[in-house]
C-alpha cells in the first residue's frame, strides 16, 4: 500500500488521543495531513538580541533558560509558568499562560527560540505566550532553524483537542510521503502558466522560505481546484453535446394568449429569459440553463409559461422543488395560471406518493426520481434551488430500462440566490445563464431598519399597530454560532439542532408571556415532520395566527401576501444572502413591508448590516457582499462544496481567465484526458468528494 493511502490509526508517530481532533479537520491518512492547507502565516522572521527587543513588535529571540517557576495564583487558580532567558546581550522574561506542561518540558540550562510579540509591564519588557522552540546542542542547521519560531510559521484550520504546533510537528514527519505524489497539471501548462510542481508547492506551501514562495505555491493549488472545476463544466457541456432532447416548437400564439391573461405585465426582464429558455427548447439539443433572479422577481411564472409550452406539445414536465411547503406552493402558482388551458397539474411528496393518473405536469419533492415511477415523453425538468442536474438523472428520470435511447429532457434550473455574473459563469460553467435582473413594477421597495437594543420597545410596538391592521409577521430566531469543522458530527449536528429548537421556543414563550400575551402566536423549527411544519404555514397563510416564530429553517420561496413584517433576531449572526432571502418572504402583497434587523453588537457586524439596508436589489448586494467578506459567505463556506483555495481565488479575474484557457487547451488537446491520466484521476476524485450546487 503506498504511504500516503496509511490511515492516521497506523502511520505511526500520531498519538491516539489527537485522532478524533485530527478526523474531524477531515484528515484520515498520510495524504489528507499534507493537504491539510495553512490558512495564514505568522512572521517571525524579525531576529534580534534581546537587548534591542522593543514593546509591541514581533519578534524572535534566541538564549539560553536561566531561571524557571511555575506557580498557581491564589485569586483565580491560573497556572503561571515563568523563565528568565539570557543571550549575550541581556535577558528577558518570558511568561505563559495555564500552560502547566511547559515546567516539564522546560529546565534551566536549556537553550531555547522564543517568537511573540513582547508587552511593557511592571518590571520592563515581558515575551507573553511566546511560541518556544528548544534547539539542541547536537541539532543540522536545518534543525536548528525549527518549525515553531523561525521564518513563516503556518497557522492551520484548529479543532479542540489539537493545535497548529501539534500539526506543523505531524506534516513535518511526513513531508518526505510527497515524493509519492503524481502532479495531476500537464508538465506544459505548469511551465506555461508558470507553477511549481506539485511537490514543490506542498513543501513551499507548508513551510515557506519567503512570502513570495508561500504565494506562489498557494497560486498553484487555486490553479489546480479550479481548472477541476472547469473541466467538470466543459466534461458536461461535452457529454450533453452526446446527446438529443425532444425539439419543443414554440407555439407564439398560446404564449402571447398565457401573457395577456396574466394579472400583472412582465418585466423586460422576464420577457428576455423566457424568450431564451424558448428558443433552446426548441431545438433538438438538450436545453442546460440557470435562471437566475432575485426574490420575487417572477421566477415561478416563466418557469409556469415554459411548462405550458411543453405540455402543449405533448410533453410531460417535472417541477422539482427542495421542500414540500415549496412544492405546494409551486403547485397552487401553477395550478392557478394554467387553469384556462386545460393542462392537467398533479403533486408528488412525501407524504403524497401515489399518482393515479399520470398528468401533463407533475410538481413535487425529490419523491419525483423514486426508482419505481414511470415517466413516458419527458420533455423539461425544471429544478428549485438545485443546479447541478447531470445526464444520470435525467437518463434515470426517463426510465426507459434496456433502452439505448439517447434522447434526455432539457433541463432547467432556478435560483433565488443573486450571483455576479462572472462569479457564476465560473461556478456553473457548464450551465447557460439567464438573469431576471428587476423586479416587478408593483413591488414596493421594502422599509429595512437596523435596531439597536434600545429601540426594541419602539419596534414592538409598531409590530402590534400592524397587526392590528390586519398584517402578519415574520420573526426569525437567531442561528447558533457553530466552529465548521464541528458540523461535520452526527451527534453534534443533533446537538445543535436540539439548541436551536430549545432557543426558539424559548423566544416564542417570552413574546407569547411577556411582549405580546394577546396575540396568537405559531412557532416552526426543523424538528417538526414536513406535514406539521406545512399545516403550521397554511395556517399561518390562512390568518389563523399573527406572528410565526421561527428557527432560520423558514422556507425559502414561502408566500404570504399578507405578511409584512420581517424581524431577525441576532441579525449579525447571518450571512448577507441569507438576511435577503428571509426579507424577502414579506413584501409580496400590496401592503408596504418592513424588514427589521435586530443587532446585539456595534461596529463592524452592524457596518456589514448597512450593505442589506443601502443595498437596492441582491444583485447589488451580491456585489456589497464579494468585497465585504468575500464568495465565503454567498456560497456557504465548505457547505458550498468548493474548495477553499478555489473559493478565495474565484474573484480573481486574471487567475480564472488563465483556468479557462488552460481547460480548453487540455480538453482541445484530448477530450477524454487520456493523454493525461494523472489529471483524469484528480478530476474523478474530485467529482466524488465535491457537490457544487
Not at 518590571?123 to 536548528?144: C, D, F, M, R, W
Not at 411582549?515 to 404555514?537: Q, R, S, W, Y
Not at 449579525?572 to 424577502?584: N, S, T, V, Y
Request: aromatic share 6%; with cysteine.
Amino acid at each position: 500500500m503506498p504511504y500516503l493511502s496509511i490511515t492516521i490509526e497506523h502511520a505511526g508517530k500520531i498519538n491516539k488521543k489527537i485522532i478524533p481532533a485530527l478526523k474531524r479537520l477531515g484528515i484520515f491518512t498520510v495524504r489528507d495531513l499534507l493537504f491539510h492547507i495553512p490558512s495564514r502565516y505568522e512572521d517571525f522572521s524579525n531576529m534580534k538580541p534581546i537587548s534591542e527587543v522593543a514593546a509591541e513588535e514581533r519578534v524572535t529571540i534566541e538564549g539560553e533558560i536561566t531561571s524557571l517557576k511555575s506557580f498557581r495564583t491564589r485569586a483565580k487558580g491560573m497556572h503561571i509558568t515563568t523563565a528568565a532567558i539570557t543571550d549575550e546581550s541581556g535577558t528577558i522574561e518570558a511568561l505563559w499562560f495555564n500552560q502547566p506542561f511547559l515546567a516539564r518540558a522546560l529546565h534551566v540550562g536549556l537553550r531555547v527560540r522564543l517568537s511573540g510579540k513582547p508587552v511593557l509591564g511592571k518590571k520592563g519588557i515581558v515575551l507573553q505566550n511566546p511560541a518556544h522552540e528548544k534547539i539542541s546542542a547536537y541539532a543540522t542547521e536545518a534543525e536548528q532553524k525549527g518549525i515553531h519560531t523561525s521564518g513563516l510559521v503556518p497557522i492551520y484550520p484548529e479543532t479542540a483537542g489539537i493545535t497548529s504546533r501539534w500539526l506543523r510537528w505531524l506534516i513535518k514527519s511526513y513531508i518526505s510521503a510527497r515524493k509519492e505524489l503524481r502532479d495531476p497539471l500537464p508538465e506544459k501548462i505548469a511551465q506555461q502558466y508558470i507553477l511549481p510542481h506539485l511537490h514543490d508547492a506542498i513543501a513551499a506551501i507548508h513551510f515557506p522560505e519567503t512570502k513570495e514562495e508561500a504565494e506562489r505555491a498557494k497560486r498553484r493549488f487555486a490553479f489546480e481546484e479550479l481548472l477541476l472545476i472547469q473541466l467538470r463544466a466543459l466534461r458536461e457541456r461535452s457529454r450533453l453535446k452526446q446527446y438529443q432532447a425532444p425539439a419543443i416548437l414554440l407555439d407564439v400564439s398560446l404564449i402571447q394568449e398565457f401573457v395577456k391573461q396574466l394579472p400583472f405585465i412582465l418585466t423586460d426582464a422576464q420577457k428576455r429569459s423566457l424568450w431564451e429558455i424558448l428558443k433552446d427548447i426548441e431545438k433538438p439539443k438538450p436545453m442546460n440553463r440557470l435562471l437566475e433572479g432575485d426574490v420575487g422577481s417572477g421566477k415561478t411564472i416563466i418557469a409556469a409559461a415554459a411548462s405550458l409550452i411543453a405540455a402543449h406539445a405533448g410533453r410531460r414536465v417535472l417541477f422539482m422543488a427542495p421542500t414540500e411547503i415549496l412544492a405546494r406552493q409551486h403547485f397552487e402558482t401553477v395550478k392557478k395560471f394554467l387553469l384556462p388551458f386545460h393542462i392537467s397539474i398533479g403533486l408528488l411528496t412525501g407524504s403524497e406518493k401515489k399518482i393515479i393518473h399520470v398528468p401533463d405536469i407533475i410538481i413535487g419533492t425529490h419523491a419525483l426520481i423514486q426508482k419505481h415511477l414511470q415517466f413516458e415523453n419527458l420533455g423539461l425538468v425544471i429544478v428549485d434551488e438545485q443546479h447541478r442536474f447531470g445526464v444520470e438523472q435525467r437518463m434515470a428520470l426517463q426510465k426507459k430500462r434496456g433502452s439505448t435511447s439517447t434522447i434526455i429532457p432539457h433541463f432547467l434550473s432556478m435560483s433565488a440566490t443573486p450571483i455576479p455574473r462572472t462569479l457564476a459563469l465560473t461556478i456553473y460553467g457548464d450551465l447557460d445563464l439567464s438573469i431576471i435582473d428587476e423586479l416587478p413594477k408593483s413591488r414596493r421597495q421594502i422599509m429595512t431598519k437596523i435596531v439597536s437594543s434600545t429601540r426594541r420597545t419602539e419596534a414592538y410596538s409598531f409590530i402590534r399597530k400592524e397587526i392590528q391592521n390586519g398584517r402578519q409577521v415574520f420573526i426569525i430566531c437567531p442561528k447558533i454560532e457553530t466552529k465548521p469543522d464541528e458540523r461535520r458530527e452526527t451527534s453534534f449536528s443533533r446537538a445543535f439542532l436540539n439548541q436551536e429548537v430549545k432557543a426558539v421556543k424559548e423566544e416564542y414563550e417570552r413574546l407569547k408571556k411577556e411582549i405580546f400575551p394577546d396575540l396568537k402566536l405559531a412557532v416552526l423549527h426543523g424538528k417538526m415532520k414536513p406535514k406539521e411544519k406545512n399545516e403550521i404555514m397554511q395556517e399561518f397563510k390562512n390568518r389563523t395566527c399573527d406572528i410565526l416564530v421561527s428557527t432560520s429553517v423558514i422556507e425559502v420561496g414561502v408566500d404570504v401576501p399578507n405578511a409584512t413584517i420581517m424581524l431577525i433576531e441576532g441579525a449579525e449572526r447571518f450571512g448577507l444572502a441569507q438576511l435577503h432571502q428571509f426579507r424577502g418572504r414579506v413584501g409580496r402583497g400590496e401592503h408596504q413591508s418592513y424588514c427589521f434587523l435586530f443587532c446585539t453588537e456595534d461596529g463592524v457586524a452592524a457596518n456589514r448590516l448597512r450593505a442589506i439596508v443601502e443595498a437596492k436589489n441582491g444583485f447589488e448586494l451580491a456585489e456589497k457582499d464579494l468585497a465585504i467578506r468575500g464568495p465565503g459567505d454567498l456560497f456557504g463556506g465548505r457547505q458550498s462544496g468548493i474548495p477553499d483555495l478555489a473559493l478565495a481565488n474565484i474573484t480573481n479575474a486574471e487567475l480564472v481567465r488563465a483556468v479557462r484557457m488552460a481547460a480548453r487547451e487540455i480538453v482541445s488537446e484530448s477530450p477524454d484526458l487520456k493523454k493525461f491520466p494523472a489529471l483524469a484521476e484528480a478530476l474523478r476524485k474530485f467529482e466524488q468528494a465535491i457537490h457544487l450546487e
